[in-house]
């Protein structure tokens, strides 16, 4: 038989549990965003430099996301067969970036009716993203990083197309890698 | 007068109280997470779990990864009600 819990006993151990339980649930170590990060910026930078240097078809770059795709989808599945959890706020987290995603496919699709001017868009779309993470998992410089995305897709309107493509690499650096990097240290 | 009411006896236990709160915070967990945070012995757990599913408190799903069984918790509406009236209970004592 088990000895009985006194009051205290009771509240020590639900606090410690619960605070276990919340450890596990702490992200993925920022690893969507480093992933994102990484690749979005290179294939910015990539398109800027290729059509700078006339090449006629700059956007060929853009075919690299493809497998992050792929691997962004598989890390997704993976975290809770190695946590053995599942959090309501990975499932928000999850549900929140599918959206951001579907709206970059459709600003995407139409860019030929937005004059190409899609870039401010999808920074607007990912600062929303980014900072709505930030508040969920409670990181300031998480928020920070949406912020700035925000201000870069302000900056972007008024910058020629090609030139924003060097805006938005800069842009998703500060927003995305900085703060990545520093959950990944946490 | 405020009557002291009794502690729900369900979970006034050491490992079904540690369930519950491990639960209350995640939608669903693994066996082999709550026999490890809560450092029990699987036979223990076992019993320990069927008692609070009896209850309405967890709803466990018992399925296959691979080859492998896996057994999966899920705490309940009735069960997150019957945690929240136990800690409300459990404060007037303190107090």
């Known amino acids: 038989m088990e000895k009985e819990l006194t009051s205290k006993e009771s509240l020590e151990l639900i606090t410690q549990m619960i605070s276990k339980a919340k450890k596990t649930a702490g992200g993925d170590g920022g690893f969507q965003m480093l992933l994102w990060g990484w690749a979005v910026s290179l294939c910015n930078f990539g398109h800027y430099i290729l059509a ?4 006629d078809a700059p956007y060929v770059v853009w075919t690299a996301l493809i497998p992050v795709v792929g691997v962004s989808i598989w890390h997704g599945f993976k975290k ?7 959090t309501h706020l990975d499932s928000v987290l999850n549900q929140l970036w599918l959206m951001v995603f579907i709206g970059i496919i459709i600003v995407l699709a139409f860019m030929s009716q937005l004059n190409f001017y899609q870039n401010p868009v999808i920074l607007i779309l990912a600062s929303i993203g980014v900072f709505t993470t930030g508040a969920m998992v409670k990181e300031k410089l998480i928020k920070f990083g949406g912020v700035f995305l925000m201000v870069a897709a ?3 309107f008024f910058m020629p197309i ?3 493509y060097l805006v938005a690499g800069i842009a998703i650096v500060i927003g995305y890698l900085v703060p990545g990097y520093t959950l990944k240290k946490g | 007068m405020s009557a002291f009411s009794p502690l729900d006896p369900l979970l006034h236990s050491q490992l079904r109280l540690a369930v519950m709160s491990l639960l209350i915070g995640l939608d669903e967990a693994e066996f082999t997470f709550l026999k490890g945070q809560t450092q029990s012995t699987a036979g223990n757990l ?3 779990l069927d008692k609070l599913e009896k209850a309405g408190y967890i709803e ?4 296959f990864r691979g080859k492998r069984p896996l057994t999966t918790c899920k705490i309940t509406q009735e069960g997150v009600s019957a945690f929240e009236s136990y800690v409300e209970n459990l404060k007037k004592y303190i107090e």
Do not use: D
Not at chain 1, 52 to 55: D, V
Not at chain 2, 60 to 63: L, R, Y
């Open chain 1, 52 to 55: 700078k240097l006339e090449y």
């Open chain 1, 162 to 164: 090609t030139e924003q």
């Open chain 1, 80 to 86: 809770p067969r190695q946590t053995g959890v599942r």
């Open chain 1, 154 to 156: 302000l900056i972007s």
């Open chain 2, 60 to 63: 466990v799903t018992k399925s």
């Open chain 2, 46 to 48: 076992s019993v320990q």
